[in-house]
């Protein structure tokens, strides 16, 4: 099982950062892990500081109301949360990273707002973070496939992809992603891509192929799903050629899946593709919420707090 005790969302105190906060109040209420709501400012309270004061109650308040719409009063006492106002941010991505490694977080679930052409030149905050962070991040973004809830909170997870491309960063994902879906009963869909072009076939055609490599992926995904995964759930395994992005988000379409995991700390992550990497496309083209799996660095534990205002001036 996933060991979720700490959970960063970063918010904006907007609408759409108010989703990824009911995906994260979900897990956390789920996983009784500490709930860290961030939220980031340019604002400079050396010039200003009666609006720093202010700044930070009405954020404190600002937060307590956000948790309320998606727990109700009556259980906003049974949930550790801690909200943080960080002041004078010139990256926001790189604060966010921050806070994470400061803060020993094991999760961090944020929004996309969904701009593709503009992140394709310039990056956006959640693929920054995507690349940086010093755990998984879970990535939400608008008009997708949703599994918590809007009027209960309650997580219904039913399948889960997990792109596998037998290294590190996919064994990574492997792990998340199948612990997940036995938390939660869901159906798994191993996914390989080859890189020449054909069809997606299913795991018990693939044996009758002439071409090796086909039966040489699908006997390696087989080994590679842990034995007791076949004990509480579904497992779907896919060989597919083609390009890895596109046949990824084929194949969530396809099969409605709820969840995408991906590993992604690896060379897939080169800053020099101009147009991105197959997990940068796939977070801009998602069906559906996109896990991105990273390994947890933690640095050294701090004293928790209720409310946080910090200056973070960059020379």
Known sequence: MVNIERILCPIDLSTESDQALRYAVALAWAYDAKLLMLYCT????????????LLSVDIACSFEQALIRHLGLAELS?????????????????????????RCAD??????RRRPHSAMLLGSTAQTVSRTAPCPVLVTHPNEVEWVSFSTGEIDLRRVLIAHDFSSDSELALELGSSLAEEYQAEVHLLHVLG?????????????????????????????IPTEAF?????VNCVCSGKVHEEVLAYAKEKAIDLICMGASGSDWR??????SNVDRVLRHAPCPVLVARPTRHAK???????????????
């Open 196 to 224: 020449s072009a054909g069809h997606r076939e299913p795991e018990l055609a693939a044996s009758a192929w002439d071409n090796g490599s086909y039966s040489s992926a699908t006997n390696k995904l087989q080994q590679a």
């Open 78 to 102: 049974n949930i550790k949360w801690e909200a943080m106002a960080i002041e004078n941010v010139l990256d926001v991505g790189e604060e966010i990273t921050h806070q994470a490694t400061k």
């Open 107 to 112: 999760l961090i679930v944020m929004r996309s």
């Open 42 to 53: 340019n604002i400079k309270s050396a010039h200003a500081p009666i609006e720093k004061k």
């Open 301 to 315: 534990p701090i004293a928790d707090h209720v409310v946080e205002t910090r200056a973070a001036a960059r020379k």
């Open 271 to 276: 800053l020099s593709k101009l147009f991105g």
């Open 231 to 235: 004990l509480w759930c579904n497992v």
